[in-house]
């Protein structure tokens, strides 16, 4: 399957960002794992195809009897991404099986994104203007999924940037004495995603991008 470079980091970084949004704690990706996304990648298997595995394979994980210092792990999404590429296969022959309604899916995203906007926290009024921007395109009969992807980038430098320097703090101690981060490198990139995903679900920001649902 070929891909061009482009292509090939925005399937990396999509699953990395769905699946640890789903995860949490540890937020990056061991090696194994990086293997993992490059296997789907050279097996031919779809983006959309592999976010609905490890959504499927999450839902599996959390039903499972909870045990100490237990984590999931991309290694465990590996049977449930393979089910939905041969459903997705199925489909695509013709078989009598429910094909994911594309138009249900912006219309889910555009009634959370105006529901959100409806109801806005006054400390994260800054998303206003990216909010009505993604209503917008998902509001036009041919809408630009790109766009809307480019949209969820920008809440998330937003997010970022107005972050309270409290839960900022909060991500790096858990960063450092959690996680023993010492690489520079590696520990802001986890401190940035501990911050959006800590802000996300303390105030319910949806996301407006199709690929997370």
Known sequence: MRME??????YFRL???RFLSLRGAP????SKELDQ???????????????????FAYEDFRKKPVRRGRKLH?????????????QYKD???????????????????????????GKMPEDVAYLKAVYFEAVKELS??????????????KIEVLLLMNAPQEEKDKAEEYAR?????????????????????????????????????
Request: proline share 2%.
């Open 5 to 10: 470079i482009s292509e090939k980091e925005q």
């Open 15 to 17: 699953i990395s960002r």
């Open 27 to 30: 937020f990056f990706l061991s």
């Open 37 to 55: 996304i490059e296997n789907w990648l050279q097996t031919g298997i779809p983006l959309r195809v592999v976010l609905e595995g490890i959504q």
């Open 74 to 86: 991309l290694g465990f999404c590996d049977a449930r991404v393979f089910k939905s590429f041969k």
């Open 91 to 117: 489909r695509k022959v013709g078989l009598k099986q429910k094909v994911d309604n594309e138009d249900d899916k912006k219309e889910t995203v555009k009634i959370e994104a105006e529901a959100f906007l």
């Open 140 to 153: 036009r009969e041919t809408f630009n999924e790109d766009n809307l992807e480019h949209n969820d980038e």
């Open 177 to 213: 004495r959690e996680l023993k981060i010492l690489d520079a490198g590696e520990l802001g990139r986890v401190i940035n995603l501990k911050i959006i995903k800590s802000m996300r679900d303390k105030y319910k920001i949806p996301y407006v991008s199709l690929y997370y649902y």
